[in-house]
Structures are given as structure tokens and as C-alpha cells.
């Protein structure tokens, strides 16, 4: 949960980088987060439109901002630029490509957009 919280409260950094931990387990915690608020919207009876449920919308539109700020941390991560985002707009392959630059290791070390955060992290354990 503290990866959740710490994407969160680093909601408008689209600069830097992310771990794939960080990442990964902020969808994780999303992916639950939906599928709970969606059941309650339809015990709720709460609908915005056809099968569009209140809860889960309003956490979509709350959400949005800070799942592109660790998007873009992310493909930095992997040494690339949000640019490469675009290839969202490709149905299917592009979609395929983002998901294997998210599944991909970090570049190790430091690159352009900044330090190594698994080697920052591996340092304030031992510490």
C-alpha cells in the first residue's frame, strides 16, 4: 500500500523515474480499488449512465493525473521518453509495446532523467 500512497502524493511528478515495484503495484491497488467500487455501485444501484457506476467514475476521473505521472516516471525509468506514449493510439500492438516497456527492468545507474531509484531504495534499507 505504500507504493499506492506514494504515487499518490507524488500525483503532478512527471519528471524522475519509477520502479517497475512502484508501478505494478499502484495498478494492482487500482485494479482492486475498481472492482470493489464497481460491485458497490451496482448493490448501490448507483449508474451514471448504462452500466457506468458513479464510485468507480469519480475514482477513474480522481485517479487519472497521478496514473500518467507514474507512466511517464516509468517509461523514463526504462530510459525513454513519454512520447513513446503515443504508441497507445496503435490498437493492440501499440498497447502490447508500452506493456513490455512497463514489464522491462530499469536502465542501472543514473540516466537523463535522473537516478536509479531501485539503487536509492536499496540504500535506505541498509541504512
Same mark, same amino acid.
Given at each position: 500500500?505504500?507504493?499506492?500512497?506514494?504515487?499518490?502524493?507524488?500525483?503532478?511528478?512527471?519528471?524522475?523515474?519509477?520502479?517497475?515495484?512502484?508501478? %505494478?503495484?499502484?495498478? /494492482?491497488?487500482?485494479?482492486?480499488?475498481?472492482?470493489? =467500487?464497481? $460491485? +458497490?455501485?451496482?448493490?448501490?444501484?448507483?449508474?451514471?449512465?448504462?452500466?457506468?457506476?458513479?464510485?468507480?467514475?469519480?475514482?477513474?476521473?480522481?485517479?487519472?493525473?497521478?496514473?500518467?505521472?507514474?507512466?511517464?516516471?516509468?517509461?523514463?525509468?526504462?530510459?525513454?521518453?513519454? %512520447?513513446?506514449?503515443? /504508441?497507445?493510439?496503435?490498437?493492440?500492438?501499440?498497447? =502490447?509495446? $508500452? +506493456?513490455?516497456?512497463?514489464?522491462?527492468?530499469?536502465?542501472?545507474?543514473?540516466?537523463?532523467?535522473?537516478?536509479?531509484?531501485?539503487?536509492?531504495?536499496?540504500?535506505?534499507?541498509?541504512?
Amino acid at each position: 500500500m505504500d507504493w499506492y500512497f506514494k504515487v499518490l502524493r507524488n500525483y503532478i511528478g512527471f519528471s524522475g523515474r519509477a520502479r517497475r515495484k512502484e508501478f %505494478w503495484m499502484f495498478i /494492482l491497488v487500482n485494479l482492486v480499488l475498481t472492482v470493489v =467500487l464497481t $460491485i +458497490l455501485d451496482k448493490m448501490l444501484g448507483l449508474r451514471i449512465a448504462k452500466e457506468e457506476g458513479l464510485l468507480a467514475t469519480i475514482y477513474g476521473l480522481l485517479i487519472f493525473l497521478p496514473y500518467w505521472a507514474v507512466q511517464f516516471r516509468r517509461l523514463h525509468d526504462t530510459d525513454r521518453s513519454a %512520447w513513446w506514449l503515443l /504508441l497507445i493510439f496503435i490498437p493492440i500492438v501499440g498497447w =502490447l509495446i $508500452i +506493456l513490455a516497456f512497463n514489464c522491462q527492468n530499469g536502465t542501472p545507474g543514473e540516466n537523463k532523467y535522473g537516478s536509479d531509484p531501485k539503487a536509492m531504495d536499496a540504500r535506505l534499507v541498509s541504512e
